[in-house]
């Protein structure tokens, strides 16, 4: 693609620049938009951290990181480009006296783009840094990552400090799950395809299953994720806002605020989970130790810096159901988990079965169709349908047989690399199109949503139910389905890459 002319230059200045977040995906990732010839021409990329370096010891240490972390070979002439972009500014987040230093780097009568990767604690120094120096104005674009809050209350503390200085209009919050190819064709599959937009209700669809299961442990972070929990973690934002998509009404355009106002409304439809409910709607759990892929990993409390005594969730599975028209008596299954046999992202929608069962003879029952909507690995849709099962036979019934229209992204668009989310988000942040970004609203409701369930875990103070690494959680998750005639889908069709 080439760069038309509604997209602006900008000074795309990283705060943090030299932390975990920017090493392994936002440097590589600004490195394949230049490759694409994405990046416009006269754009800068200002590096910012507290560390006093030159700016030739950055671009040596962004250097080390692409080979580390992005292309082991980088090709030269992307590099050559890149490098050109490159600025570094040391200041001390947390003094506003140092933010002038900025002014030798950013012109004022370009766009600027503010990126955040630092701690959300921060984000308020940052953002009165950056206004005692007067460097914002309404073209400034200010860029957030999560976590934005522990609870609703801390989240609108860091809300507030935020719009103190920016309008909303202004401010990218960032969930990188909306960055993710498939987590984008969620849209055009529902909205681009008539037999999906005309069945997609109670009326055909018996329930929908999202499951985000990860093979990985913490990772060295334990102190944060002890903190946090599976909940905060994963279901607070990546499996409300992959939610929100599959249940939300066509929006009127694909405007940001189109989309954003429809998902907001799924949101504020959620049945509230509480003490009442809370027993027979989730199934929380912690890995122990066991055998991931072959190999002998550690329990949770066992780990690197572990508290013994936490009882903090590496896993949730949740009943949640959406309180309107559309959605009435549909449950929808999240489960997400460390430590589960593999790392595999999708969403399934079962479908009702037929009121009357014309094949008894070859099925007893006849099972629904499945669409399932694989977000990762191996991308792609796949539905499976019953099918006669070629040839004759001599006794009048016909055999059928449950087959799978498979689309795989891979094999269907051979020629096309899937970008990494953050590449497509950073790309949208510099065209200034908030669509897959996360509203304010959005936060606070989905995190009014997760409180109420983790105040009632609080006041329960039970802990979570151990299950062995290398599994797919505690037993009860199966039972969570099994008392409405339900099971899991489990993922065969992982290819290895
Ligand atoms: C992050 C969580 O937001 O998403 C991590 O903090 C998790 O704990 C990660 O591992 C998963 O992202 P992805 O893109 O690898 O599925």
């Known amino acids: 693609m080439v760069m038309d002319n509604s997209y602006e230059p900008c000074d795309f200045v990283l705060f943090?620049?030299?932390?975990?977040?920017?090493?392994?995906?936002?440097?590589?990732?600004?490195?394949?938009?230049?490759?694409?010839?994405?990046?416009?021409?006269?754009?800068?990329?200002?590096?910012?951290?507290?560390?006093?370096m030159s700016l030739e010891d950055y671009i040596e240490e962004v250097h080390t990181n692409l080979v580390k972390f992005g292309e082991k070979e980088l090709c030269e002439a992307t590099w050559e480009r890149m490098r050109a972009r490159l600025h570094y500014a040391c200041v001390d987040m947390k003094n506003v006296d140092s933010y002038c230093v900025l002014d030798d780097?950013?012109?004022?009568?370009?766009?600027?783009?503010?990126?955040?990767?630092?701690?959300?604690?921060?984000?308020?120094?940052?953002?009165?840094?950056?206004?005692?120096?007067?460097?914002?104005?309404?073209?400034?674009?200010?860029?957030?990552?999560?976590?934005?809050?522990?609870?609703?209350?801390?989240?609108?503390?860091?809300?507030?400090?935020?719009?103190?200085?920016?309008?909303?209009?202004?401010?990218?919050?960032?969930?990188?799950?909306?960055?993710?190819?498939?987590?984008?064709?969620?849209?055009?599959?529902?909205?681009?395809?008539?037999?999906?937009?005309?069945?997609?209700?109670?009326?055909?669809?018996?329930?929908?299953?999202?499951?985000?299961?990860?093979?990985?442990?913490?990772?060295?972070?334990?102190?944060?994720?002890?903190?946090?929990?599976?909940?905060?973690?994963?279901?607070?934002?990546?499996?409300?806002?992959?939610?929100?998509?599959?249940?939300?009404?066509?929006?009127?355009?694909?405007?940001?605020?189109?989309?954003?106002?429809?998902?907001?409304?799924?949101?504020?439809?959620?049945?509230?989970?509480?003490?009442t409910n809370i027993s027979e709607s989730i199934v929380r759990g912690q890995y122990t130790s066991g055998f991931v892929k072959g190999e002998e990993v550690p329990g949770y409390l066992e780990e690197d810096d572990a508290n013994t005594q936490s009882k903090t969730e590496t896993f949730v599975a949740i009943k949640a159901e959406i309180d309107n028209w559309r959605w009435a008596g549909v449950p929808f299954y999240l489960r997400t988990g460390k430590r589960m046999p593999n790392k595999v992202s999708e969403v399934v929608i079962y479908f009702k079965r037929q009121p009357h069962n014309l094949f008894g003879d070859s099925f007893k029952n006849l099972p629904p169709n499945k669409l399932v909507i694989r977000l990762q690995p191996d991308e792609g849709v796949e539905i499976t349908v019953m099918n006669k099962v070629p040839g004759l036979t001599n006794s009048g019934s016909m055999d059928l047989q449950k087959s799978k229209l498979n689309l795989s992204f891979s094999e269907a668009f051979a020629d096309e690399r899937?970008?990494?989310?953050?590449?497509?988000?950073?790309?949208?942040?510099?065209?200034?199109?908030?669509?897959?970004?996360?509203?304010?609203?959005?936060?606070?409701?989905?995190?009014?949503?997760?409180?109420?369930?983790?105040?009632?875990w609080k006041s329960s103070n039970e802990p979570p139910e151990p299950y062995q690494a290398g599994t797919w959680g505690p037993v009860d998750s199966i039972g969570l389905l099994a008392r409405e005639n339900r099971s899991w889908y489990e993922s065969k069709t992982v290819k290895k890459k």
């Open 16 to 52: 943090g620049t030299l932390g975990d977040l920017s090493r392994r995906k936002l440097l590589p990732s600004l490195y394949q938009l230049e490759k694409a010839n994405l990046m416009h021409p006269e754009t800068t990329i200002v590096g910012v951290a507290r560390h006093d």
């Open 418 to 456: 899937i970008p990494d989310a953050y590449e497509k988000l950073l790309l949208e942040v510099m065209l200034g199109n908030q669509a897959l970004f996360v509203r304010r609203d959005e936060i606070e409701q989905a995190w009014t949503w997760v409180d109420s369930i983790l105040d009632a």
């Open 105 to 275: 780097h950013v012109d004022p009568s370009r766009t600027m783009v503010c990126y955040l990767a630092t701690p959300p604690a921060i984000y308020g120094d940052i953002c009165r840094g950056l206004h005692s120096c007067k460097i914002i104005d309404s073209s400034v674009r200010v860029v957030l990552e999560k976590p934005i809050g522990h609870d609703l209350e801390s989240s609108k503390v860091i809300n507030e400090q935020v719009a103190e200085y920016f309008d909303e209009k202004q401010i990218y919050r960032i969930d990188h799950y909306l960055g993710k190819e498939t987590v984008l064709n969620l849209v055009s599959l529902r909205f681009a395809n008539s037999i999906f937009a005309t069945n997609w209700d109670h009326n055909c669809i018996d329930h929908v299953q999202i499951s985000v299961a990860e093979s990985v442990g913490i990772e060295g972070r334990w102190g944060y994720f002890d903190d946090a929990g599976q909940m905060r973690d994963m279901v607070q934002n990546h499996l409300l806002q992959i939610l929100s998509l599959v249940a939300m009404e066509p929006p009127t355009t694909l405007d940001a605020d189109s989309i954003r106002d429809e998902k907001l409304k799924v949101l504020k439809a959620l049945r509230p989970i509480n003490a």
